[in-house]
């Protein structure tokens, strides 16, 4: 079955870079996801990377995928206090809605 | 995203009410989705659409129901509000053949 995991907390000090793992359990993913949810907000499309890639960059976000480890990671460079929010990795496979993680809660340290 | 708007946005009604809690979208999408988040647990999906005739079961869909109205408008019932059912609700959209999904702002539901 589809499983994505996540780590629930990461803290990080301003100006650091903060990276953000996932794990998944399908390797017929064809599309990977990152969301990020503000406080009381819904979830924001940050991201996404097609399985037949290694890596995605956009501005201060890098999308890292590993096919062969089912892990994908994202890095924030220069993280400021604006990125605290919670990151959610999601996959889809077929024709099925996306799977989503737990969701990670980054914490940026002033 | 204004695109997806959901009412209300707060609620809190007691154990045994019917609840109904709506979703609208102007982005001219196909498919919507319900899900609920709890703290620790994510996103669950409870029910999604494809079109307007299609609805199927989501992760966790005992308890609730759905109604697509029309291609804009998809509604999530509670036929009988339980506490365990307090959650923060989350409708989305996308358009056919993408996964992307667009999320609302949440609806903060407590039954107490």
């Known amino acids: 079955g589809e499983d994505v995991e996540q780590s629930l907390f990461l803290s990080v000090r301003e100006g650091d870079s903060s990276v953000i793992n996932c794990t998944y359990t399908?390797?017929?993913?064809?599309?990977l996801y990152w969301y990020k949810q503000e406080p009381g907000a819904g979830l924001q499309l940050l991201t996404y990377?097609?399985?037949?890639?290694d890596m995605k960059q956009d501005q201060r976000l890098t999308v890292l995928l590993n096919k062969k480890d089912k892990h994908l990671s994202l890095r924030i460079a220069d993280t400021q206090t604006g990125d605290s929010a919670i990151y959610f990795c999601?996959?889809?496979?077929?024709?099925?809605?996306?799977?989503f993680g737990k969701g990670t809660r980054l914490s940026v340290i002033a | 995203d204004a695109d997806v708007t959901q009412t209300p946005r707060n609620r809190i009604t007691k154990t045994g009410k019917r609840i109904m809690l709506e979703c609208s979208q102007t982005?001219?999408?196909?498919?919507m989705y319900w899900y609920r988040q709890d703290p620790g647990l994510g996103l669950r999906l409870i029910y999604y659409?494809?079109?307007?005739?299609?609805?199927n079961k989501g992760e966790i869909s005992d308890g609730y129901s759905v109604s697509r109205q029309a291609q804009a408008k998809f509604s999530l019932s509670l036929e009988s509000a339980i506490p365990n059912q307090t959650a923060l609700y989350f409708c989305a959209t996308s358009p056919a053949g993408s996964y992307e999904q667009y999320f609302g702002p949440g609806t903060r539901l407590t039954v107490t």
């Open positions: 999601a996959e889809r496979t077929g024709n099925t809605p996306l799977v």
């Open positions: 399908d390797s017929s993913s064809t599309y």
């Open positions: 990377i097609f399985s037949n890639m």
């Open positions: 659409s494809f079109d307007v005739k299609d609805i």
């Open positions: 982005k001219g999408h196909d498919r």
